[in-house]
């Protein structure tokens, strides 16, 4: 999901942080010494391995007739952050995938196969969106499927200048992914809120809530029919970060509504797709080079 104009300049978080701390330890009510507050979340460079699950059903109504198909994808992730604040790049790296139902075209094995290995990069901004991103290109349909629903907007969209506790802040994105089988462009709104520090991935972490409401539109050729697709939807998704900077998990729901419109034949079929996805860390490594 290509995502444009999110830089925005960084935050001296650790001189800051000093400050607030040196002044906390001078001020006294009562003789009780007031904590000084935990400090900005921000990315850091790491090395970290998860584990997702993407699941879904799709129904389509033609002729008072209703049809239900269900889509999966299991999958094992190395996520690679290199470089100092304001200059991070990141590798997403497919080590595997175990399960795979509902993705058409050609033999599964060899798509399967195909996908050990796949290898994107991409800028990481200060806000967590992915710039210039690229990769697997040779890696087959498979691949771009889950580049398409999971990697190219993989870490959580926080404020440029590090997220805390009882934070609010909206992100509108515009990107393209591919729907129903058909490359659309999808208008995005997010609305996330940082609510508590809680335990996720036996790590302290900060707890994200995210509610997003998009749109979308496209068109093609499918089985020689001119085909478009326009619908929206709606995302929740409860994410998790780590105060040493890294992304630990989500778990999000999914409810969109659509027309697929057969252009030559003047039919329209109304479309429903419920989807949900995990996240998970397997273990990590703060591999970091100052």
Known sequence: MRQSGLLRPSLAIWNTTALVALLAGCAKTGGTEEPAPSPLVAYQ???????????????????????????????????????????????????????????????????????????????????????????????????????????????????????????????????????GGVKNTVQTVNHSSSIEWTTYGGERALHIEAVSDYTFSGSGVQAGQDFSLDGQGRRHSHQYLS?????????????????????NAGITIPVQQIRADTLSITKDTLAIAR
Do not use: C, K
């Open 243 to 263: 105060e040493r900077g890294i992304y630990l998990g989500l778990v999000s729901a999914d409810t969109a509504h659509a027309e697929a419109q057969l252009t």
């Open 45 to 179: 460079p790491h090395e970290a391995f998860y584990v997702g699950v993407t699941h879904g059903q799709v129904e389509q109504t033609f002729n008072n007739q209703v049809a239900e198909s269900e889509f999966s994808l299991a999958y094992y992730l190395t996520v690679m952050v290199t470089g100092e604040q304001g200059e991070l790049r990141v590798t997403l790296t497919i080590d595997s995938i175990a399960a795979v139902t509902g993705f058409p075209g050609g033999s599964l094995d060899a798509r399967i196969d195909s996908s050990f290995g796949a290898e994107f990069t991409a800028g990481l901004a200060e806000n967590g969106a992915l710039q210039d991103f690229s990769g697997g290109e040779s890696s087959g349909s498979l691949v771009q499927e889950l580049a398409d629903r999971v990697l190219e907007q993989f870490f959580p969209l926080i404020p440029a200048t590090g997220v805390g506790p009882g934070m609010e802040w909206t992100d509108t994105l515009t990107s393209e992914a591919t729907v």
